[in-house]
């Protein structure tokens, strides 16, 4: 299970994911290490059997990535922390596959990054040629996901509603949805402030945190690069997070 601590740098992708930076994963821990952080952890697109979507390594390659990530844990040991997860969406369809993942023993962290979501009928929502409204289908996969209780962190919930030129009462509906699947689950999850959606316009929604209990957030950097590890590091200390109390529940 996934307890958050303070000064770690959660949610870090790798080359592998084919949009990432070509760095070596060494060179996040060192970054990260440079920093004073206490711990780092990958969680780098998981890719799904039978490659059905892009932006991400092969499904061939898994186990690669999780022996990757564990071998440098056990060389770092001494120095940092270093956890392996992965950012997955939640399809209704690959439910066995989840709990296949939650099961390795490799695998820390299962964090919820819903990009798109599964129809009914098995298609993806990214074909579609208007995504004004994904947003919807996203919420729902998210409240599924979490109710299925095999993911430890929503990354970016408020990144579904990019495409939303406002915040108005059908998108805070589904917000409330979402806040209220996490406060009822009887496992920790967590809602994560995303310092890459801070910085591009259009993927933060102020609207969305407001009124959230500070103990179901936690604070990720989505890097593709040891320097955006660097700058969300320096963007979270002028956040002034020194305050926060983390609360470890079993
Ligand atoms: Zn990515
Ligand atoms: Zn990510």
Redesign the pocket.
Known sequence: MYIPIENEVF?V?TKRCGHAGNYEDREYVEMAMALGATRIVF???APFPGNPLGNRMPYEQLQEYIGAINQLREEYKDRIEIQCGL?VEYFPSYLGYYKELRGMKNLDVM?L?QHLFEYADGRFSIYDQDRSNEFIGQLDAMVQGVESGLFDVV??PDRAYRKRTEFGAIEKEYADKLITAVKKSIYPIRLEY?Y?SRVEPGYFKDEFWEGIPEDLVIY?Y?A?SPEEIKEGWKFFKDLNLTKKEWVAEE
Do not use: K
């Open positions: 949610h992708h969680t780098d697109h950012e964090l990054g990354a970016h995303n890459a990720g989505d593709h």
